[in-house]
C-alpha cells in the first residue's frame, strides 16, 4: 500500500483533475477544494445519480445566500430548499433529506457533535444515509478514522493486487494492511477514486495510459 500512496502522492495533478485534492490531513480541501464540513456534507446528499458540476454550481448558490451552512438550512422551509436545489436530480427528494438532516443535525448540537465514529450508528437512520454517505462525510467532514467502501476502491484494489475482492471485503482488507491514519485513508480513498474513475473502467480499462500499470496485477495477465 505504501507504494500505491506514493504513487499517488506522484500525481496529484491527475487526481486534482478528478476532483480531489492531495493535502493535509485535516483539511477540507480534499473534497474538490471545498472549504467547510457543512458544504462537504450538503454536497454529499446531492451528489447521488447527479453529476459534480451541478452539485457544485448549487453549492455555489446556496453560499452566494449565506445558506450553504447546515443551520441555515435547517431554518428552511421545503419549497425553498427545493427551489435551490432545482438542478439537481430527484431534487425534491433530496431537499426533503437535506432538510430533515439539517434539523437533526441542529437536535444533537451541530455537526460536530454528530461527525463521530460512535454516531455512525445514528447516521446510518437517517434517510439518504447510506454506509457509503456516511463513512465519506465521517472521514472528510469528520475527520474520523473510517474506509469508505465504494465500487471504485473495491475494484481499482482488486485488479492492482490481483485478488478477487468483493464490496464487503474492502474496508477489512484497509484495516488490516493500512495503519490507521487520517492521511492514509484520504488519500487512498481520494486515489483509488480517481484511477477507478479516469482509467479502470468497468469494461475496457484504459491501463496504457494508467499511472498504477507499474504496480498493476491486472495489467500483466
Ligand atoms: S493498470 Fe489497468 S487494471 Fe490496473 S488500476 Fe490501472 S486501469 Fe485498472
Redesign the pocket.
Given at each position: 500500500m505504501n507504494e500505491l500512496v506514493k504513487l499517488f502522492e506522484g500525481n496529484k495533478e491527475v487526481i486534482r483533475h478528478t476532483g480531489w485534492v492531495i493535502t493535509d490531513p485535516k483539511s477540507y480541501e480534499w473534497w474538490d477544494g471545498f472549504d467547510s464540513a457543512d458544504k462537504i456534507v450538503i454536497s454529499a446528499f446531492l451528489v447521488q445519480l447527479t453529476k459534480w458540476e451541478s452539485v457544485k454550481r448549487v453549492i455555489g448558490t446556496l453560499e452566494e445566500h449565506g445558506l450553504a451552512k447546515v443551520d441555515s438550512i435547517a431554518e428552511l422551509d421545503l419549497p425553498t430548499l427545493e427551489s435551490y436545489f432545482r438542478p439537481i436530480n430527484f431534487y425534491r427528494t433530496k431537499a426533503r433529506r437535506v432538510l430533515n438532516f439539517a434539523k437533526f443535525v441542529k437536535e444533537m448540537g451541530g455537526l460536530n457533535k454528530v461527525l463521530l465514529l460512535e454516531r455512525r450508528p445514528l447516521l446510518l437512520t437517517q434517510e439518504g444515509v447510506g454506509e457509503e454517505t456516511a463513512d465519506s462525510i465521517l472521514l472528510f467532514a469528520g475527520h474520523q478514522p473510517v474506509f469508505p467502501n465504494t465500487e471504485y476502491s473495491r475494484r481499482?484494489l482488486g485488479?492492482?493486487t490481483g485478488q478477487e475482492m468483493k464490496k464487503r471485503d474492502l474496508p477489512n482488507f484497509v484495516y488490516h494492511n493500512v495503519q490507521q491514519d487520517l492521511y492514509l485513508y484520504k488519500i487512498l480513498h481520494a486515489g483509488l477514486g480517481a484511477?477507478g474513475k479516469a482509467?479502470?473502467l468497468l469494461t475496457k480499462?484504459?491501463?496504457d495510459r494508467?499511472f498504477?500499470?507499474q504496480v498493476?496485477e491486472?495489467?500483466y495477465r
Open positions: 481499482v485488479r492492482v484511477v482509467f479502470c480499462p484504459k491501463c494508467c498504477l500499470k498493476c491486472y495489467n
